[in-house]
């Protein structure tokens, strides 16, 4: 009698795993470029950092597992300094950031640097905002907490809501430097942790402004018109919109194993086309 | 059989020692991480200045405010609903209903902050911002109205244990002479159970200090010093998950564990002073039983 | 309590009125002021009595309205498909089938390290150091453990485990909602050893019985259900408890096969989908809130019923 009920939960377990392998594998699945996957065993690779790195990272280690389900593939947010240190200090294998690593995180850590794709960095507000272009200086005078309320701008009579992000974060970096020239930003700012939680905050709140990875935008948010230029693919492509960065891969030395691999798969033709369906620019 | 004796009081003992010994290793170990900043007589800077990475300034003053407005009001918020509920349950319905209303209350105990803090984001943030007209709804008043409805439960029923730890002659008494509900609550329970509530409200109001997931998701986690009710703040738990990120290495980092020691000193200052209220509640009892 | 400290109170408090408001003893004094101090008196009651229904009823309400926004939010999203999936990139479906596993795992492997060391220092403190100077030392210890923030043991953890391990693992995670599982265990194993009647410790140490073996077989015995009562309220904390996991078993998008990897648990996963721009993930957010509260709200119904049974032992 309890012979016979193992036998039947063994069964069962059989087939809920036979279903869930199924399941897995009725995803669509292009294995062009995953040939170099094949035959790799059993093998862990972890990614951390950058935010706006997760939606590519996601979807090409989803395609990765499923064309060889022995690999495991763990990602992670954190932002930029996140992910430079813990590559540098060996906790994962693949650290994003969403700024070039500078000279003495290079030096220190020996970082091996792998940029597979352009972004621009957008300031971004509510669709429900008036307000959809600014000038430089006018940015600066928000994030700096100088202009306050959007009625100097030409928008309702209501307090400014910055939001901002935490240091660590690449794509604050970038924005710090490129659009708002190093001007300060305001400590009053909400402090949100990544590029998703940015454009949650922004979509909910009709009177915030905040910026996000070029990749995030979508008509749930209003990319500012900075300068007269509309930040969008086309003009961070042609470099006429000038608050670029890459997005960056590091590993600590040169990338070895499957570390290798999953960048090579990002940066083939198959890899850069996913890049550029994400929003994003391939470098090739 | 001595020895299996010594054996078991050895395992026992040495399983208490364990479990009593964490909480001064964790302590030990957070002032022995912060200790650079102590050996460079940044410590006072650091506890009473402003933070501003950018600048060089490293201060936990606002987040230390932004902890004690956001703990405190929710303390404040929480007081009066508490009383009132467990005056319900004791009193005024303490039959079926007031039964089934602490059971409710007993099941909301346990629901996780991030619940509270998911619900708050999509409820209450916005409500904020259009009901005040001002802001972004992310602010003091609306993390510590989660925070009130997050503490409240526990406060209730602590208020309700220590409304039924007063000797049942009293009340008793009370009725004999013709006493009402209200006198009988005014003049006669709440005289004799303030220690146990006393010691209820620093229990959660610790509870209040501790929490990460509200304020790290309703409060807007801004570096400046709290102004007003309205203003986004950030807490010393949220300031430790955010800064996590950060460089080992850098100053930064440090301010992590002097959080820690922080909220460490609240919290003893809690236990070490509900203890002394329980105490005196016990030996005011003692003398007159 | 003696007459005196009853009369104090009696006089201090409640006199002055009940001489007047009642008319017991001055029945034909003052007319006009008795009414007026007897309907003051109806008034202040009747003023109470609404407050705190009032109150009530407003306390009600918010959890009333966070309850059905959870309900009527989760139940729409929570599908079969919610169990046997993995938590899927922006943009497709998928379930949270990883972050259920790893919960249940963290959960199972935290309260495996933390309740046997609670029990047997919760054990400790009721029978062998009861009221001595070391026994007060621990309760006051375990007292601060247990008001601790959870984010401040979750960076102890990172600093000890995560950093010299090398990496983020399922262990730290566990490690960590252990520290939190332990001093509810030992708290209430104390309470629920000192219900045990001393008439039953009595009779076994007078038949000779060693102390240990009374501890072992006889007080174990019958606080049984009261001390898996304690781990079970041990295991409804933990399974929602989220600051400390952020930085310790952080999260993992896929099933996990090794507790020495990053592992993907439910509440890490609920917050960090909570505040995602994207839709799918927002109601897989719901899903996994429901499912948490539920999971919690079933403990507790079974911790009150183990409580019941073991007030039949004692």
């Known amino acids: 009698m309890e012979?016979?009920?193992?036998?039947?939960?063994?069964?069962?377990?059989?087939?809920?795993?036979?279903?869930?392998?199924?399941?897995?594998?009725?995803?669509?699945?292009?294995?062009?470029?995953?040939?170099?996957?094949?035959?790799?065993?059993?093998?862990?690779?972890?990614?951390?950092?950058?935010?706006?790195?997760?939606?590519?990272?996601?979807?090409?280690?989803?395609?990765?597992?499923?064309?060889?389900?022995?690999?495991?593939?763990?990602?992670?947010?954190?932002?930029?300094?996140?992910?430079?240190?813990q590559v540098g200090e060996g906790l994962v294998d693949i650290g994003n950031s969403g700024r070039h690593p500078t000279k003495t995180e290079i030096k220190k850590y020996k970082l091996k640097i792998y940029k597979w794709a352009i972004d621009g960095v957008a300031a971004v507000t509510n669709p429900k905002n008036r307000v959809k272009a600014l000038s430089t200086k006018q940015l600066q005078d928000i994030f700096s907490g100088k202009i306050v309320n959007w009625k100097d701008l030409g928008g309702v009579d209501r307090q400014i809501d910055v939001y901002t992000r935490d240091k660590s974060s690449g794509t604050r970096a970038v924005f710090w430097k490129k659009a708002l020239k190093k001007s300060d930003i305001t400590d009053k700012a909400n402090v949100v942790v990544s590029n998703g939680a940015m454009k949650t905050a922004i979509r909910n709140d009709p009177f915030g402004i905040g910026y996000v990875s070029v990749g995030f935008i979508d008509n749930h948010v209003t990319a500012i018109t900075l300068d007269g230029i509309k930040p969008d693919m086309d003009s961070v492509k042609s470099g006429r919109y000038k608050i670029a960065r890459g997005l960056y891969s590091n590993t600590k030395g040169e990338a070895k194993g499957l570390a290798k691999k999953f960048i090579d798969y990002l940066l083939s033709p198959d890899g850069q086309k996913l890049v550029l369906n994400k929003g994003f620019i391939p470098v090739k | 059989m001595n020895f299996k004796e010594k054996i078991a009081k050895f395992i026992f003992f040495s399983s208490s020692i364990l479990s009593a010994g964490v909480i001064f290793f964790i302590l030990g170990f957070m002032i022995i991480l912060a200790f650079p900043v102590f050996s460079k007589g940044l410590f006072f800077d650091m506890l009473t200045g402003l933070w501003s990475p950018d600048h060089g300034l490293f201060g936990i003053l606002p987040m230390i405010a932004g902890t004690v407005c956001i703990a405190g009001l929710a303390v404040f918020i929480s007081i009066p609903i508490s009383l009132g509920c467990s005056c319900f349950i004791f009193l005024v319905n303490p039959g079926r209903t007031g039964k089934f209303f602490k059971k409710i209350v007993e099941a909301m105990t346990a629901v996780p902050t991030v619940i509270y803090g998911f619900t708050g984001i999509f409820l209450l943030v916005p409500l904020v911002r259009n009901l005040f007209q001002h802001g972004s709804g992310m602010c003091i008043l609306s993390s510590a109205i989660m925070l009130a409805l997050l503490i409240s439960p526990t406060m209730i029923l602590f208020f309700i244990q220590s409304f039924s730890l007063v000797p049942k002659n009293y009340l008793n008494a009370v009725d004999a002479l013709g006493g009402n509900m209200s006198q009988k609550f005014l003049y006669v329970i709440i005289p004799n159970a303030w220690r146990g509530m006393i010691t209820g409200i620093i229990l959660s109001s610790g509870r209040a200090l501790g929490d990460t997931l509200i304020s790290l998701m309703i409060s807007g986690n801004s570096t400046a010093f709290p102004g007003s009710v309205m203003d986004s703040a950030r807490t010393l738990t949220a300031h430790i998950a955010l800064v996590i990120a950060a460089d080992f290495d850098s100053i930064e980092f440090k301010t992590i564990f002097l959080s820690g020691i922080c909220l460490y000193v609240m919290t003893c200052t809690g236990v070490i002073l509900a203890r002394i209220t329980m105490k005196k509640q016990n030996f005011q009892r003692n003398n007159e039983i | 309590m003696t007459t005196k400290n009853w009369c104090q109170l009696c006089c201090k408090r409640a006199a002055p009125e009940l001489n007047n408001g009642f008319g017991i003893n001055n029945g034909y004094g003052i007319n006009n002021s008795q009414g007026r101090i007897y309907r003051r008196r109806k008034f202040v009651n009747s003023l109470v009595m609404t407050a705190s229904v009032l109150t009530t009823l407003f306390g009600l309400f918010w959890l009333v309205w966070l309850l059905w926004t959870l309900l009527s939010q989760g139940l729409q999203y929570l599908k079969p498909s919610v169990f046997y999936l993995a938590t899927p990139p922006p943009g497709s479906s998928g379930g949270l089938g990883n972050a259920i596993l790893g919960s249940v795992v963290m959960t199972f492997v935290g309260v495996l390290i933390g309740a046997p060391a609670g029990i047997l220092a919760g054990t400790y403190l009721s029978e062998f150091a009861r009221e001595s100077k070391i026994a007060m030392v621990i309760r006051f210890a375990n007292d601060i453990l247990l008001s601790a923030p959870s984010i401040v043991l979750g960076v102890f953890i990172y600093e000890v485990v995560v950093v010299s391990m090398g990496h983020f693992s399922a262990w730290a995670g566990s490690l960590a909602l252990a520290l939190i599982a332990l001093p509810i265990v030992v708290r209430t194993t104390e309470d629920m050893l000192h219900l045990v009647s001393n008439s039953v410790r009595e009779a076994a140490a007078a038949l000779g019985t060693p102390q240990w073996k009374i501890t072992v077989s006889i007080v174990f015995r019958a606080a049984r259900s009261g001390i898996l009562t304690g781990v079970l309220l041990a295991v409804a904390r933990i399974s929602g408890e989220t600051a400390p996991l952020l930085f310790t078993a952080l999260n993992n998008q896929f099933w996990t096969h090794s507790l020495n990897a990053p592992i993907a648990n439910l509440p890490v996963v609920i917050f960090q989908f909570a505040m995602s721009p994207y839709d799918d993930w927002q109601h897989l957010a719901w899903a996994g809130a429901v499912l948490i509260t539920l999971t919690i709200l079933i403990i507790n119904v079974l911790v009150r019923v183990f409580l019941k049974t073991s007030k039949t032992v004692f």
Do not use: W
Request: glycine fraction near 14%.
């Open chain 1, 3 to 85: 012979n016979n009920n193992i036998n039947y939960s063994i069964k069962l377990m059989g087939l809920m795993i036979f279903t869930s392998v199924f399941l897995m594998q009725t995803g669509i699945c292009n294995a062009k470029g995953l040939d170099m996957f094949k035959g790799v065993k059993q093998q862990v690779l972890r990614i951390s950092g950058g935010t706006a790195h997760i939606p590519v990272m996601k979807e090409a280690a989803k395609r990765i597992m499923q064309f060889n389900p022995e690999i495991q593939i763990t990602i992670a947010g954190g932002g930029s300094g996140t992910g430079i240190r």
